[in-house]
């Protein structure tokens, strides 16, 4: 395999890839199914979780790949839903992390008549809205993964209709703190749905207080925090 000289940086961004899948595996979202990945220092190359990932990972499981999917380094399955992440990276240099999952109350959100709206105040980072992509198929092929990426545009997030969810971040604590909180935010939805009417954020107050958390991160940070000390339970 062709070999891909690693920064310090890189190195880094896999050990925080690693701790954030054990974090989403002691929270069952994984479920059997999910990838996420970062932007490597050279924009051009990324780092991956392969089709098949342990929950007690380490960082050498882990695989790089270009953006047109050329692999490096490893023999290992690819995931066959990258071209979420390649085309997502392709179009977005905002983006430095993506997730895809299939968990299980954000992903009811994607057949429903309700949308999937900010009701509790973390969630008010999706100040901009999370569209729906309307096709189900896996994201398999790069032109599906275009369509995917013109559904998502600027947005940090976008649900997939009966499939699952893509998470975007501009970096990995982004990344995996979006997904903690779409995933807590639907939880919270639907139980406050079981109780009659609800209520969710307006634009004013999404804008001000996500806008607020993405600039001081310390709620994002906070969330990394949970995630590290969970991550120990692998």
Known sequence: MPMINMTD???QKTKL???AWKFFNARKMVDGFGHISARMDDPNYI????????PNCIPEDFVIVDLEGKQFESGARLPGELPIHTEIYKNRDDVGSVAHFHCHYTTSFSISEQNLDPTYFLASIFYEGIPVHPDPNLINNKSRGTALVKTLGHCRAALMRAHGFVMTGADIFEMTAGVFIIEDN???TQLAASMGNFDTLNEKEMFQIGSEILTHKSP??????????????F
Do not use: F, V
């Not at 780092?47 to 342990?54: E, L």
């Open 17 to 19: 890839l690693c701790t």
């Open 47 to 54: 780092i991956i979780t392969p089709h098949s990932m342990r």
């Open 9 to 11: 940086g890189d190195r």
């Open 186 to 188: 639907a939880k919270r």
């Open 220 to 233: 994002i940070m906070r969330i990394w925090t949970l995630c590290e000390e969970e991550a120990k339970a």
